[in-house]
Nanobody, 117 residues
């Protein structure tokens, strides 16, 4: 069993920054891919950023140049650095990971990010 716990959400003013963390625990030998998704009220969950085992990254067009995904393999933890936040970034942010290609995807419980003056 794998558990993911997000932290770092909160209320921030437009133009501000937040760093989200996702800590994985449980029966983990290695992580194949990891990522961050978000879901705003009334909208579908969407990919924000993802990183492969090899370190390649993928970002939603709406966050390119503002958000950065990174990881600490020794801690089974990955991060989402969010700079230049906009009101439209307001959402619940979820982390996820796959331990093996094609295997089950594990999700965290979500952390709320609110960008408002």
């Amino acid at each position: 069993q794998v558990q993911l716990v997000e932290s770092g959400g909160g209320l921030v003013q437009p133009g501000g920054s937040l760093r989200l963390s996702c800590a994985a625990s449980g029966s983990i030998f290695s992580i194949d891919a990891m990522g961050w998704y978000r879901q705003a009220p009334g909208k579908q969950r969407e990919l924000v950023a993802a990183m492969s085992r090899g370190g390649s990254t993928n970002y939603a067009d709406s966050v390119k140049g503002r958000f950065t995904i990174s990881r600490d393999n020794a801690k089974n933890t990955w991060y989402l650095q969010m700079n230049g936040l906009k009101p439209e970034d307001t959402a619940v942010y979820y982390c996820n990971c796959d331990l093996v290609p094609g295997g089950p995807t594990y999700w965290g419980q979500g952390t709320q990010v609110i960008v408002s003056a």
